[in-house]
């Protein structure tokens, strides 16, 4: 199957302003997932997504791939259908939605969330991995309760599974899976997700994979096991980056 991935880029962050053109070991942070995205070698092309032109204009200094696309968009899954429309990109059978804050993305993590679309499992596909109790707590932390087949019964910012018996903390354990944010469509899938009206449960939680999920498609998860290295989000975020990546490009980290 042929797949595409994209990396949805934009200049508005608040948290960290011009966080895409933030330096990250040298190279601005867009360049810097474009080529994980790259050197992971799952995708047959790997592309960024954009409404600047400084993005575009530094990017494609870098040898990066730029679609140019509309400044309208609301989310990162808009700016990626806006892509698969065009000429030469309607073609592909799954597309990987790569947060361009995210230069630490897994290989186990894409593969997986691959694997549910490309097997014909559901329509879409994401990843998560099993967290510590201590997250269920922290409304910056998205949690998922996945079905016995994988498939997402609910996203939320809220403590889930909520542990309503001292007793069972222990089960509850096995199921405090803390979502990871990457997505995998079918065009298909991608294209109704955009098409849908935006729903109240997406508006209250701010998270829009219960757009989908409330109109009845269908999301797998796939487990990951292996620890999960943060995106950046902030000054902070960027620091510690910049103080881990030596050690994760050598793999002692």
Excluded: C
Excluded at 156 to 178: G, K, M
Excluded at 210 to 234: C, K, W
């Amino acid at each position: 199957m042929r797949v595409l991935a994209v990396i949805p880029a934009r200049l508005g962050a608040t948290r960290l302003p011009r966080k895409p053109l933030r330096l990250l070991a040298g190279l601005p942070l867009v360049v810097r997932v474009w080529r994980r995205v790259v050197d992971l070698d799952i995708a047959a092309a790997v592309l960024v997504a954009t409404d600047s032109d400084e993005v575009a204009r530094v990017a494609t200094e870098h040898g990066v791939p730029v679609i140019m696309t509309a400044a309208s968009h609301t989310s990162g899954t808009e700016r990626i259908a806006e892509v698969i429309g065009m000429a030469g990109y309607r073609d592909y059978d799954a597309i990987i939605n790569v947060q361009g804050d995210e230069p630490f993305v897994s290989r186990q993590a894409l593969l997986g969330a691959l694997r549910i679309v490309t097997d014909g499992q559901h329509p879409i596909g994401t990843a998560a991995v099993l967290a510590t109790p201590d997250v269920l707590d922290d409304p910056n932390v998205v949690k998922v309760a996945a079905g016995d087949d994988g498939r997402a019964l609910y996203f939320s910012r809220a403590p889930i599974p909520f542990l309503r018996n001292s007793d069972d903390a222990e089960l509850q354990r096995a199921y405090v899976w803390q979502h990871i944010g990457i997505y995998v469509y079918t065009p298909e899938a991608l294209s109704r997700w955009v098409r849908l009206p935006a729903n109240p449960l997406e508006q209250i939680e701010r998270l829009e994979q219960l757009r989908p999920l409330a109109a009845g498609m269908t999301i797998g998860v796939a487990l990951v096991d292996e620890p999960l290295r943060p995106g950046i989000d902030t000054e902070q975020d960027l620091e510690r980056a910049n103080r881990d990546w030596s050690a994760f490009t050598t793999g002692s980290l």
